[in-house]
């Protein structure tokens, strides 16, 4: 420990010293928060959407109408001929086509089934399904709104609710728990926070080894009484300390900004996160010992942090991937991290229901810092 | 004499995997000597100061640096030494004295020296009007001042100099040697590695290392008068001439030439007393040497065999230290060759 305050001043020296650290560690990350949060909204409206009207009476403009009231289809372009309906397609102006047929409202009139052509562009293939569940429920509903009056003209029903009116025989009541309103943000940002705290973490840490030994002042500080411990934990300590600043005022952001609420233990999660820092900065510490350079150092912490994106959970459902993709994903500590952010704060999960994510971390954690200790330590020998 | 030694090295010896970077290196320093290591790039200089400071274990042997033991306490030795590596490696978003106090603080001095050695660190390098200003601000000279600055905080009894002088101009280049000059007075030994044979001249004992070898050992003036380098029957002399580089080509057919360098427009050679310089200069001349254009021109030379046409003195050298390192690398090449 010989030497810990004199490297600890030091680091904050240097961080006084260089505006961009500063930058990066809290300014970067409520950027990146405010895009994932206001930008990327994976909820799927305004399709644009060609119709070619071969009717043109009052069933098919209502048909139109309540494509254009779910607010999934924009109509943008109105045809009569295949040549432009097709165009409109694969120019990629419009990615859904509709075709009523001629007889559409005399086929209606006459009890007959009447077919609607729908052309959905696939290459898109989330707002392909979008159209697709959107456009079989619209139908469902305007066939039920014409059998049941058809019904009521004869006095028959399948089924009554309580008032006595017409009903669907099954009645399904769907009930969200903890993002009522389905807002991307309250699923985006809590991953987010682990991301950008494991993202800050890494380069900074990873940073402040590889310059020095660049510049060559580590080899001059081996010279020095400082021990090994007080030069890890003087060189670490401040930067977990900067990172844990960055956790508490991306919390403030979600909070405040975005409105996520956080429906658990704040104490569980700070706590937690604490867990996860240590086992980042072990990572930082493994990263600066492989890399030579500052360039080697971003390269290898892009080879962390790039998985960290994809496999973690954060963007795709783990849930999907194939069973070795996912394994590779439990390597990960920022998998669990994930887990456990999102747990907290959406689903008021406790200590019990997290064990499986917290000892995944703990695993990780101690095989992470058992490597990057024996390394630095052979290393400096 | 090996009682007042701070430093000995016995038979030690690293290798880096197959490489060897040193062999079997045995020397003493004695205290507020200033000895200077020398010897070509990647000769091994910076691993045998690098061991010396307890940052590299040996491969082989072992040394004693103020009577620790570089294998078993290397952290003894830590306290007591200062160590100035090539690059000056300084904190250059640091200012200069944000540097000092890093390293007042590192060496763990206590609160009530701090400020004392801080003060006087500032006033031995005299860097006391640019205390506010950035490292990287500094230029080549100062930053090599306030390096030594930070190597010095702690009072150590032995500073290691590692190529202290590289791309740093001349005044610079003196001033530090002043410096030293002053510490080594003061009783710090001074350790400095170099390839600078004008640094070379200045130090109390030299040591020359050659691919992972010391080839040679001792005061200049001994390692002057070694037999190998000027062998009994020999004796030195430099020759100006106007065309030195082709009277080299001619020098170098004369048997009894043992050895001839240039030395800008003058040939040191390496007379047999065979011959008499007198004639070494007739023979210089007899190989139709052509009068250069500019040789009318030129003041004329004062020595016996000055011609219209080539105009050449002698005299009788001491070699340089140049010359003896010269001479034993040239003798090893030969020796490794045969």
């Given at each position: 420990?010989?030497?810990?305050?004199?490297?600890?001043?030091?680091?904050?020296?240097?961080?006084?010293?260089?505006?961009?650290?500063?930058?990066?560690?809290?300014?970067?990350?409520?950027?990146?928060?405010?895009?994932?949060?206001?930008?990327?909204?994976?909820?799927?409206?305004?399709?644009?959407?060609?119709?070619?009207?071969?009717?043109?009476?009052?069933?098919?403009?209502?048909?139109?109408?309540?494509?254009?009231?779910?607010?999934?289809?924009?109509?943008?372009?109105?045809?009569?001929?295949?040549?432009?309906?097709?165009?409109?397609?694969?120019?990629?102006?419009?990615?859904?086509?509709?075709?009523?047929?001629?007889?559409?409202?005399?086929?209606?009139?006459?009890?007959?089934?009447?077919?609607?052509?729908?052309?959905?562009?696939?290459?898109?293939?989330?707002?392909?399904?979008?159209?697709?569940?959107?456009?079989?429920?619209?139908?469902?509903?305007?066939?039920?709104?014409?059998?049941?009056?058809?019904?009521?003209?004869?006095?028959?029903?399948?089924?009554?609710?309580?008032?006595?009116?017409?009903?669907?025989?099954?009645?399904?009541?769907?009930?969200?728990?903890?993002?009522?309103?389905?807002?991307?943000?309250?699923?985006?940002?809590?991953?987010?926070?682990?991301?950008?705290?494991q993202?800050?973490?890494l380069?900074?840490t990873?940073?402040?080894?590889?310059?020095?030994?660049?510049?060559?002042?580590?080899?001059?500080?081996?010279?020095?009484?400082?021990?090994?411990?007080?030069?890890?934990?003087?060189?670490?300590?401040?930067?977990?300390?900067?990172?844990?600043?960055?956790?508490?005022?991306?919390?403030?952001?979600?909070?405040?900004?975005?409105?996520?609420?956080?429906?658990?233990?704040?104490?569980?999660?700070?706590?937690?996160?604490?867990l996860f820092i240590v086992t980042v900065l072990g990572l930082g510490l493994l990263l600066?010992t492989?890399?030579?350079?500052?360039?080697?150092?971003?390269?290898?912490?892009?080879?962390v942090?790039?998985?960290?994106?994809?496999?973690?959970?954060?963007?795709?459902?783990?849930?999907?991937?194939?069973?070795?993709?996912?394994?590779?994903?439990?390597l990960l500590p920022v998998?669990?991290?994930?887990?456990?952010?999102?747990?907290?704060?959406?689903?008021?999960?406790?200590?019990?229901?997290?064990?499986?994510?917290?000892?995944?971390l703990s695993a990780c954690c101690a095989v992470i810092l058992t490597l990057s200790l024996l390394r630095f330590?052979?290393?400096?020998? | 004499?090996?009682?007042?030694?701070?430093?000995?090295?016995?038979?030690?010896?690293?290798?880096?995997?197959?490489?060897?970077?040193?062999?079997?290196?045995?020397?003493?320093?004695?205290?507020?000597?200033?000895?200077?290591?020398?010897?070509?790039?990647?000769?091994?200089?910076?691993?045998?100061?690098?061991?010396?400071?307890?940052?590299?274990?040996?491969?082989?042997?072992?040394?004693?640096?103020?009577?620790?033991?570089?294998?078993?306490?290397?952290?003894?030795?830590?306290?007591?030494?200062?160590?100035?590596?090539?690059?000056?490696?300084?904190?250059?978003?640091?200012?200069?004295?944000?540097?000092?106090?890093?390293?007042?603080?590192?060496?763990?001095?206590?609160?009530?020296?701090?400020?004392?050695?801080?003060?006087?660190?500032?006033?031995?390098?005299?860097?006391?009007?640019?205390?506010?200003?950035?490292?990287?601000?500094?230029?080549?000279?100062?930053?090599?001042?306030?390096?030594?600055?930070?190597?010095?905080?702690?009072?150590?009894?032995?500073?290691?100099?590692?190529?202290?002088?590289?791309?740093?101009?001349?005044?610079?280049?003196?001033?530090?040697?002043?410096?030293?000059?002053?510490?080594?007075?003061?009783?710090?030994?001074?350790?400095?590695?170099?390839?600078?044979?004008?640094?070379?001249?200045?130090?109390?004992?030299?040591?020359?290392?050659?691919?992972?070898?010391?080839?040679?050992?001792?005061?200049?003036?001994?390692?002057?008068?070694?037999?190998?380098?000027?062998?009994?029957?020999?004796?030195?002399?430099?020759?100006?001439?106007?065309?030195?580089?082709?009277?080299?080509?001619?020098?170098?057919?004369?048997?009894?030439?043992?050895?001839?360098?240039?030395?800008?427009?003058?040939?040191?050679?390496?007379?047999?007393?065979?011959?008499?310089?007198?004639?070494?200069?007739?023979?210089?001349?007899?190989?139709?040497?052509?009068?250069?254009?500019?040789?009318?021109?030129?003041?004329?030379?004062?020595?016996?065999?000055?011609?219209?046409?080539?105009?050449?003195?002698?005299?009788?050298?001491?070699?340089?230290?140049?010359?003896?390192?010269?001479?034993?690398?040239?003798?090893?090449?030969?020796?490794?060759?045969?």
């Amino acid at each position: 420990m010989r030497g810990f305050w004199a490297i600890f001043l030091k680091e904050f020296a240097h961080i006084r010293r260089d505006p961009t650290t500063i930058f990066f560690t809290f300014l970067v990350p409520v950027i990146q928060l405010t895009i994932f949060g206001f930008a990327i909204d994976v909820t799927i409206d305004h399709i644009p959407t060609v119709v070619m009207d071969l009717d043109g009476r009052q069933e098919s403009r209502r048909l139109i109408d309540a494509m254009q009231n779910t607010r999934t289809f924009d109509v943008i372009e109105r045809v009569t001929d295949d040549e432009s309906y097709h165009r409109a397609i694969t120019s990629g102006r419009a990615r859904v086509g509709v075709l009523i047929p001629a007889k559409y409202s005399d086929r209606l009139l006459l009890r007959e089934q009447a077919p609607v052509q729908i052309v959905i562009d696939g290459s898109d293939s989330q707002a392909a399904t979008a159209a697709m569940n959107t456009m079989g429920l619209l139908a469902t509903e305007l066939s039920k709104a014409r059998a049941k009056s058809f019904g009521e003209s004869l006095q028959l029903a399948v089924a009554r609710n309580e008032q006595g009116h017409f009903a669907m025989p099954i009645d399904v009541r769907p009930r969200l728990l903890f993002n009522p309103n389905l807002e991307s943000a309250h699923f985006f940002v809590p991953g987010l926070i682990a991301i950008i705290l494991q993202l800050v973490l890494l380069f900074l840490t990873t940073f402040s080894i590889v310059r020095e030994r660049e510049m060559g002042t580590l080899e001059q500080l081996f010279v020095t009484p400082v021990g090994r411990g007080g030069l890890m934990l003087g060189k670490l300590i401040p930067y977990a300390l900067m990172a844990f600043g960055e956790l508490l005022i991306v919390l403030l952001a979600m909070t405040e900004v975005f409105h996520v609420p956080i429906h658990g233990s704040l104490t569980l999660l700070l706590g937690l996160s604490w867990l996860f820092i240590v086992t980042v900065l072990g990572l930082g510490l493994l990263l600066s010992t492989l890399a030579r350079t500052q360039l080697e150092a971003i390269q290898f912490s892009f080879l962390v942090m790039l998985p960290s994106v994809f496999l973690s959970g954060f963007m795709f459902p783990r849930a999907q991937m194939p069973i070795v993709i996912r394994s590779l994903g439990n390597l990960l500590p920022v998998t669990y991290f994930v887990e456990i952010v999102r747990g907290v704060i959406l689903r008021d999960a406790d200590i019990l229901d997290l064990t499986p994510s917290i000892l995944g971390l703990s695993a990780c954690c101690a095989v992470i810092l058992t490597l990057s200790l024996l390394r630095f330590r052979k290393q400096i020998a | 004499m090996n009682e007042d030694a701070v430093i000995r090295t016995e038979h030690l010896g690293r290798r880096f995997g197959e490489v060897v970077a040193l062999r079997d290196i045995t020397l003493s320093v004695s205290r507020a000597a200033i000895f200077g290591l020398l010897g070509p790039n990647g000769s091994g200089k910076s691993t045998l100061i690098r061991m010396l400071c307890g940052v590299l274990a040996p491969s082989n042997g072992t040394a004693w640096v103020l009577g620790n033991d570089i294998r078993t306490s290397p952290e003894a030795i830590k306290t007591r030494i200062g160590y100035m590596s090539q690059k000056f490696s300084l904190y250059n978003d640091l200012s200069v004295i944000e540097n000092i106090r890093f390293y007042a603080l590192a060496y763990g001095l206590a609160p009530s020296r701090r400020r004392e050695r801080e003060q006087a660190v500032i006033d031995l390098v005299g860097i006391g009007d640019y205390v506010k200003r950035l490292a990287s601000h500094l230029s080549g000279g100062w930053k090599q001042r306030l390096a030594l600055a930070c190597a010095m905080i702690h009072e150590p009894e032995i500073l290691f100099l590692d190529e202290p002088t590289a791309g740093i101009d001349p005044v610079a280049r003196r001033d530090l040697w002043d410096l030293l000059f002053q510490l080594a007075h003061q009783g710090v030994t001074m350790f400095v590695s170099t390839h600078y044979m004008d640094e070379a001249e200045r130090c109390t004992k030299v040591g020359y290392v050659l691919s992972g070898d010391l080839i040679a050992l001792g005061e200049p003036h001994e390692l002057k008068s070694l037999p190998q380098v000027t062998p009994p029957g020999t004796r030195r002399y430099a020759v100006s001439c106007d065309d030195a580089p082709s009277a080299l080509a001619r020098a170098r057919n004369i048997p009894e030439v043992r050895d001839a360098t240039l030395f800008g427009t003058e040939l040191h050679i390496q007379l047999a007393d065979a011959m008499s310089p007198q004639t070494l200069v007739q023979r210089l001349k007899s190989h139709g040497l052509s009068p250069s254009p500019r040789a009318g021109a030129s003041a004329p030379a004062v020595g016996e065999a000055a011609t219209r046409e080539s105009h050449a003195e002698f005299r009788e050298v001491q070699p340089s230290l140049e010359d003896v390192f010269v001479t034993l690398s040239r003798a090893r090449s030969r020796s490794n060759a045969a």
